[in-house]
């Protein structure tokens, strides 16, 4: 008997990404799925019932969840939705689930599956399943596109016969994936680009781009950078004479975009309303970690605000504004996933515990908390 692989519209506030895409419905049912998506998933991604039809998919109400064995989200399920899920379903989904223990322990006591997306190790097997990297990349753009629509100026500079228009100085805090993408766009509208990031390795990958390294290179700079690739935290002494550093820096852009995000922890302050004071009127700022908190004093989700004459914009969700882009992309990224869990031979989904990508990735199995960060213990074994 086939399984079923149920795709829902998603009711997160302000997300318009779907979690499948006509081509990867096709790969799906290559597999030996029955594909269910809900009415109108797709709509805000610019793919209609007709095309997820035409790929093979049944279009049905979000009441098939109910019947689903797998279940592809983009975000993690509210209540009121994972509790319709029968046991033993798999749901596969950027889960977030730093501070949210009651939701996982939850999902475990229905005895649903759940893997996040977002925990994927980056290792080179791993790389086309990397939803974080696949979705910053659009974030980085989509920044500099933001900001340059509110900035009341030009980019590039501009010689022309009334005189010339100066290019933009823009200044990327954070040089992941985001931030060298931010670096990359910018410097493709024309406008001068200088960056920060407290990982060594970030420097040549800025200078790469065209754009010049702002950072205190000290010893604890040298160090600075996690097995996993991540930015560390640095000490209070380093951040004082960084933030010095980059107070001065500041003064002199006129765009500024942050990116700077620890997993499972608050986003860290980089700018201060003194250093956007010290801003010229009209200049620009975008904080990519404003659902976390923010880099950016005074950043508001949702709107752009104005501090100290800066337009602060802090859009949640910036992939989501450009969900057509940002769902074939991570659509795919699930579907490259997914074909990991599939026996080639009998087409059963097995969900092996002492697989890296499932070690690092499964939430709840089980009936139990099964990932050690979120209290439940290491094992392994198959499903």
């Given amino acids: 008997m086939s399984k079923t692989l149920f795709v829902p519209k998603e009711t997160a506030f302000a997300e318009t990404r779907v979690a499948a895409s006509p081509d990867t419905v096709k790969k799906l049912k290559a597999l030996g799925l029955d594909i269910v998506i809900e009415s109108g998933a797709g709509f805000a991604s610019g793919i209609d019932d007709d095309a997820f039809r035409d790929a093979g998919a049944e279009i049905a109400g979000s009441d098939a969840a109910a019947n ?213 009127l009209g200049s620009v700022a975008v904080d990519l970690a404003v659902e976390r908190g923010g880099n950016i004093e005074g950043a508001e989700a949702g709107k752009v605000a104005t501090v100290e004459g800066v337009s602060v914009i802090g859009y949640v969700n910036l992939p989501g504004r450009i969900a057509a882009s940002a769902s074939l992309l991570y659509a795919k990224n699930l579907l490259t996933f997914f074909q990991t869990l599939v026996d080639k031979e009998s087409g059963a989904i097995n969900i092996n515990r002492e697989d890296e990508l499932i070690a690092a990735t499964l939430l709840t199995h089980e009936g139990a908390v099964v990932h050690p960060k979120f209290g439940g213990a290491a094992a392994g074994g198959e499903a």
């Fill in 68 to 280: 689903a064995d797998v279940i592809f989200r983009v975000r993690r399920p509210e209540p009121h939705e994972y509790e319709a899920y029968k046991s033993g379903a798999i749901v596969i989904a950027m889960m977030d689930p730093y501070g949210n223990e009651e939701a996982l322990a939850a999902m475990a006591g229905k005895g649903i599956s759940t893997i996040a997306m977002e925990l994927m190790p980056r290792i080179t097997r791993a790389q086309s399943m990397d939803v974080l990297s696949s979705q910053a990349n659009l974030a980085g753009y989509q920044a500099v596109i933001e900001a340059a629509a509110v900035f009341d100026r030009a980019m590039p500079m501009m010689m022309t016969a009334a005189g010339t228009v100066p290019a933009a100085r823009v200044f990327v805090m954070g040089a992941g994936v985001a931030g060298l993408q931010a670096i990359a766009t910018a410097r493709r509208l024309g406008a001068v680009v200088s960056a920060t990031d407290v990982r060594p390795a970030a420097k040549e990958q800025v200078a790469s781009l065209g754009a010049k390294f702002i950072a205190v290179e000290d010893d604890e700079f040298k160090a600075a950078e996690t097995a996993g690739g991540y930015a560390k935290e640095m000490s209070d002494e380093y951040k004082a004479k960084q933030a010095e550093l980059v107070a001065a820096h500041i003064a002199k852009q006129d765009v500024i975009i942050t990116t700077a995000l620890i997993p499972g922890r608050p986003a860290p302050r980089l700018v201060t309303r003194k250093m956007l004071s010290a801003m010229k």
